[in-house]
């Protein structure tokens, strides 16, 4: 079994999906295992930014998501409790191919990536990669798999391992890559919502003195709430205590009262989070390659997660394709690479993660700082927070910067000067120096 692939992808959410896409694009054998038998419906993953579909166009995968109906959303806004705009990030200030960002299911967005793959991907769910292959040398060279049949497990041996399997990655910690990880001192609670009285044409994030109630459209009329709660708030909750308690949390926000009767009809439909931050030390080891949130994980408030994950992907890709060579063996695909060899593999890892670890810490602490305006309750934090909020929303070149930030077309830190502007200490001379799309 060892010749059959190249490249074993150790979890098929959007991270391992993307990373079979781009790998299979440059001619590499893949086998995606997941630990699920079946894609389970979540409420996350559901924002595409533009960095992430400029990844998608490539693959002509966002428009499969369009022919399936994914909306177009064309702002993210932060708004008061009354429903005005504080702060508006307006994607139709960015160039026109980038200028939306695409909401659509999880599911309808695994599904897109699973229908691109071609004949050199093979996918085996309800698989579990147990543990990573280690030669002499301490180099990763396969993994582990449990078919959970009571049949044992078996080795595989490939030249790159790619880790997709979560925040609590078991092959990221066999490789001894540590991260920072830290729990924000909240949850969050998601309801569907159909038939809801109220309109959301954009990604909407609302200030209470409850922390944050983020509202945004999917296909078909219906609507996703994201509702903050502390610990404390839900224990012991049964599903008429969900409804009430969303119907309560919704009835609180004045822009929000035409959501408080489709609540508790979609109190079955409820998720509940728990929130971290995370970001691994390093993104590979020899053989090994982190994608997803074994490498990177925020808070859904910034709609990062996925986004990164695809272009982390996309960025693995590229960097081995430009270290293998094609082969002209006559049994191979015309114009693919050769069954790649460990050195060119670690080349490319070394370069993989030069590139994606500053961009991931960068995007890391924009989604953190994003996040905490909105859903920190200790008085310092509302404090600043709001303040930040209303600053910012006032200051077009510091938008415009955040935008570009948020929507993954490239950083563009923020000075410790422009912190000083963010929230009010100093005065912008440049806040209406907007540079041209």
Not at 187 to 207: I, K, M, N, P
Not at 413 to 419: F, G, I, S, W
Request: hydrophobic fraction near 40%; proline fraction near 7%; glycine fraction near 12%.
């Amino acid at each position: 079994m060892s010749g059959d692939h190249d490249v074993v992808v150790c979890g098929a959410g959007a991270g391992g999906l993307a990373a079979a896409r781009a790998l299979d694009a440059i001619g590499l054998r893949v086998l995606v295992v997941d630990k699920q038998r079946a894609q389970r419906p979540v409420a996350k993953g559901e924002v595409l930014q533009p960095g992430a579909l400029r990844v998608l166009r490539r693959w002509g995968t966002d428009r499969l998501l369009t022919r399936d109906g994914a909306l177009r959303l064309g702002r993210l806004v932060v708004r008061g409790a009354d429903g005005d705009p504080v702060m508006t990030l307006d994607y139709g200030q960015l160039p026109a191919a980038d200028n939306a960002l695409l909401a659509h299911d999880h599911t309808a967005i695994l599904d897109a990536l699973t229908a691109g793959l071609g004949p050199g991907v093979e996918i085996r769910r309800g698989v579990r990669a147990t543990e990573a292959l280690l030669d002499g040398s301490g180099r990763v060279v396969g993994v582990r798999l449990d078919e959970g049949d009571g049949g044992g497990g078996h080795d595989v041996h490939v030249p790159l391992v790619v880790a997709a399997d979560g925040i609590g990655s078991r092959l990221r910690r066999a490789a001894g890559i540590e991260g920072r990880r830290s729990d924000y001192p909240h949850r969050l609670v998601s309801f569907e919502l159909t038939g809801a009285d109220h309109d959301s044409e954009d990604f909407s994030a609302y200030l209470t003195g409850r922390g944050l109630r983020l509202v945004y459209p999917l296909p078909g009329g219906r609507q996703r709430l994201y509702l903050q709660a502390q610990p404390g708030e839900l224990r012991g909750l049964d599903e008429d205590g969900f409804a009430r308690w969303g119907e309560q949390a919704v009835r609180e926000v004045p822009a929000l009262e035409g959501l408080s009767e489709a609540v508790p009809k979609a109190a079955a439909t409820r998720q509940l989070f728990p929130v971290a931050r995370f970001l691994a030390e390093r993104l590979a080891v020899p053989g090994l390659a982190l994608v997803g949130e074994s490498a990177y994980a925020v808070h859904p408030m910034a709609a990062q997660g996925m986004n990164s994950a695809i272009t982390s992907a996309a960025s693995l890709a590229e960097q081995l394709a430009a270290r293998l060579t094609p082969s002209a063996a006559p049994t191979a695909r015309p114009g693919t690479p050769q069954p790649p060899a460990p050195e060119a593999v670690d080349a490319a890892l070394r370069a993989y993660e030069e590139e994606r670890l500053p961009v991931l810490a960068h995007t890391a602490r924009t989604s953190d700082n994003a996040a905490r305006m909105v859903t920190d309750l200790s008085w310092p934090g509302r404090l600043l927070g709001r303040r930040a909020v209303r600053c910012t929303g006032a200051n077009p070149r510091l938008l415009h910067a955040i935008t570009y930030n948020m929507a993954g077309l490239g950083p563009r830190p923020l000075t410790p000067l422009d912190r000083l502007h963010q929230i009010g200490l100093l005065p912008d001379p440049r806040a209406h120096r907007v540079p041209s799309v």
